[in-house]
């Protein structure tokens, strides 16, 4: 059983940045392809990036070349880079393997407002 923990969320302006990372336990994550989710409450949760075992990566159109997934398989975990944030990206962000496999965590809440 994989416990996954989202943190480093918080309240930033538009056009700032904030880095979430997800940190994986219970069994290693290194040869599975991972991704990270966003939801807003009410409405239904959605991919925002993934990244395959050897490194390659997909985006949403909306967060394309904004936001940069990537993973660090020595303390298993995976990161989301956010920059040029939009109002539109506030949400809580999941992540989970690719398709989601394992029980969600608590997400991490993000708050794109001025």
């Known amino acids: 059983q994989v416990q996954l923990v989202e943190s480093g969320g918080g309240l930033v302006q538009p056009g700032g940045s904030l880095r979430l990372s997800c940190a994986a336990s219970?069994?290693?994550?290194?040869?599975?392809?991972m991704a990270w989710y966003r939801q807003v409450p009410g409405k239904v949760r959605e991919l925002v990036a993934e990244i395959t075992s050897t490194g390659n990566t997909n985006y949403a159109d909306s967060v394309k070349g904004r936001f940069t997934i990537s993973r660090d398989n020595a303390p298993n975990t995976i990161w989301l880079q956010m920059n040029s944030l939009k109002p539109e990206d506030t949400a809580f962000y999941f992540c989970?393997?690719?398709?989601?496999?394992?029980?969600w965590g608590q997400g991490t809440q993000v708050t794109v407002s001025s």
């Open positions: 989970n393997q690719r398709p989601p496999l394992h029980s």
């Open positions: 219970g069994r290693l994550i290194s040869f599975y392809p």
